[in-house]
């Protein structure tokens, strides 16, 4: 069983609709990231998170640590927001970072 | 200011050869982490190199190895390339001091071993 595990694995949306991909982790953590992939590769940051819950224009994060578990919402989704989200944790005492296998989303006009 | 920077974007080698690939970290960044992202996967951590030396290493042969020059930029190599090691190399930088635990990635280098 890996370490991090995403879901869905692909997700299909209209535009505009609410979008939620979920991520669960078995480790304890310092701090856990959620990352944005666009064909091609390169993985932007888009938060990272500790406790709680973070805000960035149309996409919010949130995490509960003692359920490790954490959730990427988007409102109002658009099809520019189609990519491959990726959750990643830091685990303690650890330089490392583990990943997810990603959740592919397409967003459609 | 530059973020991070890798080259080759693009790379096709044969089997049995021998594969250097580069990252120069994001200015102000002193530690640069490598990942093997095959296809369809989330990325795996191969090593990681602080102060030219190697800091930690995720589950990969020796066969991968690695360089941190005094300018913190830094060098994969992959020796004896088989066909599994095709996947998308990525590079990332971060301070050490820093308590944020950011990372930033590089574009990544796509290799292909025919």
């Known amino acids: 069983k890996n370490e991090v595990e995403q879901s869905p694995q692909n997700l299909t949306a209209q535009e505009g609709e609410f979008i939620t991909i979920n991520c669960s982790y078995s480790?304890?953590?310092?701090?856990l990231h959620w990352l944005q992939q666009h064909p091609g590769g390169g993985i932007v940051s888009l938060f990272m998170?500790?406790?709680g819950k973070k805000k960035h224009g149309r996409l919010i994060a949130t995490i509960n640590i003692q359920e490790k578990h954490s959730s990427l919402h988007i409102t109002a989704s658009h099809p520019r927001d189609s990519a491959v989200y990726i959750c990643?944790?830091?685990?303690?005492?650890?330089?490392?970072?583990?990943f997810g296998a990603g959740t592919r989303l397409t967003v459609k006009p | 200011d530059a973020g991070v920077t890798q080259s080759p974007t693009h790379l096709i080698k044969t089997r049995g050869q021998q594969v250097t690939l580069r990252c120069s970290p994001k200015?102000?960044?002193?530690?640069v982490s490598w990942y093997q992202q095959a296809l369809g996967q989330g990325p795996q951590f191969i090593f990681q190199?602080?102060?030219?030396?190697?800091?930690q290493r995720g589950n990969f042969p020796d066969r991968f190895s690695g360089h941190q020059f005094p300018n913190y930029s830094s060098e994969l190599n992959v020796n004896a390339l088989l066909l599994g090691d095709s996947a998308l190399y990525l590079c990332?930088?971060?301070?050490?001091?820093?308590?944020?635990?950011?990372?930033?990635f590089g574009p990544g280098t796509r290799l292909t071993v025919t």
């Open positions: 480790v304890g953590i310092s701090a």
């Open positions: 990643a944790v830091i685990p303690y005492n650890n330089n490392d970072m583990r």
């Open positions: 990332a930088s971060s301070f050490a001091q820093s308590s944020s635990y950011e990372q930033y």
């Open positions: 998170l500790s406790s």
């Open positions: 200015s102000g960044h002193d530690t």
């Open positions: 190199y602080y102060e030219e030396e190697e800091r």
